[in-house]
């Protein structure tokens, strides 16, 4: 069964610092990555997404994340927060690829101070 | 374009009671799903419906949970009798044809925020 840990419930950055979101995977296949985005109050939007084409992958709002398979890792940055970037952030995995079966890790809260 | 629409956003009920929650999909999207969202916890997948078809219900207390998706459009979302431990955020998703390699993509509602007491 696919899974993901995400490390740390809650991160806090300066603006203008460096984000890392960690994120580590557990799956029996090739595994299919995905970063979501969750404002308060609103639905899950996808940042970006890893289906083995490039191991570093860039999504939305200047966020990237790099698959390394041997660290069985795929760690979400931004070289320089900003205060829009507050939001809980989900590392999901999938053995599909697709939109199905998304298993979702348990959330990082990201703040962001002046 | 409209996005994924859900009702009610909150609901406050007392435990045995039973609730209702509405969702309509992006307009083309055939694959529907449902998720609750405990707090502090990711979402996790209650039921899949690709057209009006269930694709996955293996998570879905369907002691409890019941759902469906007439004409293969809007999806309703019941629980009957509730539980204090179904407080949660009922997300709504779609997506395109999910067996599109790369597809991967979910659009979410705002979800229904539900408190048994």
């Known amino acids: 069964a696919q899974s993901v840990t995400q490390l740390g419930s809650h991160v806090s950055v300066s603006e203008g610092a460096l984000v890392l979101l960690r994120c580590n995977y557990s799956s029996s296949v090739p595994p299919y990555l995905f970063w979501y985005v969750q404002y308060p109050n609103q639905g899950l939007q996808l940042l970006l997404k890893?289906?083995?084409?490039?191991?570093l992958v860039k999504g939305i709002n200047g966020f990237e994340a790099e698959f390394k398979k041997s660290e069985t890792s795929f760690h979400l940055t931004k070289p320089s927060a900003h205060m829009s970037d507050a939001a809980e952030y989900f590392c999901a995995v999938s053995k599909t690829g697709t939109a199905s079966k998304l298993t979702f890790g348990t959330g990082t809260r990201l703040q962001v101070t002046l | 374009e409209a996005g994924v629409a859900q009702s009610p956003r909150y609901k406050i009920i007392e435990k045995r009671q039973s609730v209702a929650f509405w969702c309509n999909p992006i307009?083309?999207?055939?694959?529907l799903y449902w998720y609750q969202q405990i707090l502090g916890q990711g979402p996790k997948l209650l039921i899949q419906?690709?057209?009006?078809?269930?694709?996955?219900d293996s998570q879905l207390p369907k002691d409890r949970f019941s759902a469906e998706r007439l004409k293969g459009v809007d999806s309703t979302l019941k629980i009957q009798p509730a539980k204090l431990e179904d407080s949660a955020v009922y997300l709504c998703?779609?997506?395109?044809?999910?067996?599109?390699?790369?597809?991967?993509?979910?659009?979410f509602g705002e979800g229904s925020r539900l408190t048994v007491l």
């Open positions: 890893y289906t083995s084409a490039a191991t």
């Open positions: 307009s083309g999207h055939a694959t």
């Open positions: 419906f690709q057209n009006n078809g269930v694709v996955d």
């Open positions: 998703a779609s997506s395109l044809d999910p067996t599109s390699v790369g597809a991967g993509e979910l659009f």
